[in-house]
């Protein structure tokens, strides 16, 4: 190992340790800050909620050296809408709450159990999803996100239903197709890199710019097939042009798998 490699591991774990602890220390003060919503309009949980995602943006870019760059948001059309964005990293699960004015995400049902956590998603309207339930699953997901729908909100989908690396083969589900055929309401695919630079399962944070864009809606009214073919498609070859694009700017700044491995 060179010793410019062994400082830039040291600087990284410090700078990923710094970040976890700031992360959920904000966390934890959110949580605090956010009891009186639970008395209060729905509004109020989105608005703390969304000051929380613009402090972890902010963290990340001072702690940690990670830009946010969003394209395309002039795409995102008024009014109620379907959402589906690429899930690589816990980083979108907060960062899209900044580029629409009234999200609601379909999650899983067990989350809703985590005290606080819990608390909160329910009062802020999410979609429950449990996955034991199958086809009465899909029908108790839709109905709820049509009555959120109704009141002229975003539903955020992670099609594929968990986060997968960049790179890593497409696993999308069909609760998708489900949502779009069933609401009536245009579909905006979302594809990113976030991945690259703050990876699943791990606790490092590289420095960089994760780079989100919004692609061209997909309006309602077409078959199930075309449409689920379309969105991967369309979302799979702006991800994997993303990620090249990202991975050439972690090889410029010496952070790539390649850049570190010891000569």
């Given at each position: 190992?060179?010793?410019?490699?062994?400082?830039?591991?040291?600087?990284?774990?410090?700078?990923?340790?710094?970040?976890?602890?700031?992360?959920?220390?904000?966390?934890?003060?959110?949580?605090?800050?956010?009891?009186?919503?639970?008395?209060?309009?729905?509004?109020?949980?989105?608005?703390?909620?969304?000051?929380?995602?613009?402090?972890?943006?902010?963290?990340?870019?001072?702690?940690?050296?990670?830009?946010?760059?969003?394209?395309?948001?002039?795409?995102?059309?008024?009014?109620?809408?379907?959402?589906?964005?690429?899930?690589?990293?816990?980083?979108?699960?907060?960062?899209?709450?900044?580029?629409?004015?009234?999200?609601?995400?379909?999650?899983?049902?067990?989350?809703?159990?985590?005290?606080?956590?819990?608390?909160?998603t329910w009062k802020a309207g999410m979609?429950?999803?449990?996955?034991?339930?199958?086809?009465?699953?899909?029908?108790?997901?839709?109905?709820?996100?049509?009555?959120?729908?109704?009141?002229?909100?975003?539903?955020?989908?992670?099609?594929?239903?968990?986060?997968?690396?960049?790179?890593?083969?497409?696993?999308?589900?069909?609760?998708?197709?489900?949502?779009?055929?069933?609401?009536?309401?245009?579909?905006?695919?979302?594809?990113?890199?976030?991945?690259?630079?703050?990876?699943?399962?791990?606790?490092?944070?590289?420095?960089?710019?994760?780079?989100?864009?919004?692609?061209?809606?997909?309006?309602?009214?077409?078959?199930?097939?075309?449409?689920?073919?379309?969105?991967?498609?369309?979302?799979?070859?702006?991800?994997?042009?993303?990620?090249?694009?990202?991975?050439?700017?972690?090889?410029?700044?010496?952070?790539?798998?390649?850049?570190?491995?010891?000569?």
């Amino acid at each position: 190992m060179t010793r410019a490699h062994h400082r830039f591991q040291i600087v990284l774990v410090l700078r990923s340790v710094v970040f976890n602890v700031l992360f959920y220390l904000n966390l934890t003060a959110h949580f605090i800050a956010a009891l009186p919503t639970l008395v209060m309009p729905r509004g109020g949980i989105i608005a703390v909620a969304k000051f929380w995602a613009h402090t972890n943006l902010w963290l990340l870019r001072v702690v940690c050296g990670i830009k946010a760059e969003f394209r395309g948001l002039e795409k995102i059309p008024p009014g109620p809408l379907l959402i589906s964005s690429k899930h690589q990293s816990l980083w979108e699960t907060f960062a899209l709450m900044t580029i629409v004015s009234d999200p609601a995400y379909i999650m899983k049902r067990e989350l809703m159990w985590i005290p606080f956590f819990g608390w909160y998603t329910w009062k802020a309207g999410m979609i429950p999803v449990d996955r034991k339930r199958g086809a009465q699953a899909l029908a108790d997901m839709n109905a709820c996100a049509g009555r959120e729908l109704a009141r002229n909100r975003q539903i955020i989908i992670f099609p594929e239903g968990t986060r997968r690396s960049p790179g890593a083969e497409p696993r999308y589900k069909y609760g998708v197709v489900h949502l779009y055929t069933d609401m009536g309401v245009p579909c905006v695919p979302i594809a990113l890199n976030s991945g690259l630079f703050w990876p699943r399962r791990s606790m490092h944070r590289y420095s960089g710019t994760i780079r989100v864009e919004v692609l061209d809606p997909i309006p309602p009214g077409l078959g199930k097939e075309a449409f689920f073919e379309r969105l991967q498609r369309e979302t799979e070859a702006a991800t994997a042009r993303l990620v090249a694009e990202g991975e050439r700017e972690r090889i410029a700044n010496g952070t790539s798998a390649a850049s570190l491995a010891p000569s």
